[in-house]
């Protein structure tokens, strides 16, 4: 893995923002290897429930991500759908569902081996 094929770490998490190397914060991210976004849920339709959508995930799997990381908030409301759990078992991605903080902990772990991508929801 090159450096401009990493994923972006994470610098720093609180309610309502996440920031990332090179001075960009979002209030919810969508980061993958060589790149990071703001995760607008108005394009895919996300909401609480039914959760994160299939093209959420699937934006990260065509960015080369071979590892998920999903950050439920930070009162872990946030739910997965099925469907986008399914894309991502047909694909043989490896996938971490955690509570915000904890999320950000293992995406910026796994970053430094791995082709990882990141869904984070910084409030609830």
């Known amino acids: 893995m090159t450096l401009e094929n990493r994923s972006p770490r994470v610098t720093e998490l609180s309610w309502g923002q996440i920031a990332i190397e090179g ?3 979002f209030k919810d991210a969508k980061l993958y290897p060589g790149g990071a976004r703001e995760w607008d849920w108005n394009e895919t339709g996300t909401r609480h429930v039914p959760g994160v959508q299939s093209a959420d995930v699937q934006e990260l799997i065509d960015h080369g991500a071979r590892v998920i990381v999903i950050g439920k908030g930070m009162y872990e409301q946030l739910r997965v759908s099925e469907q986008a759990l399914e ?5 043989g991605i490896a996938t971490h569902i955690l509570q915000t903080k904890k999320a950000v902990e293992k995406y910026n772990e796994l970053r ?3 082709p990882v991508g990141g869904l984070f929801h910084t409030t609830c």
């Open 112 to 114: 430094v081996t791995e």
């Open 23 to 25: 001075e960009r914060s």
């Open 87 to 91: 894309l991502l078992k047909q694909n």
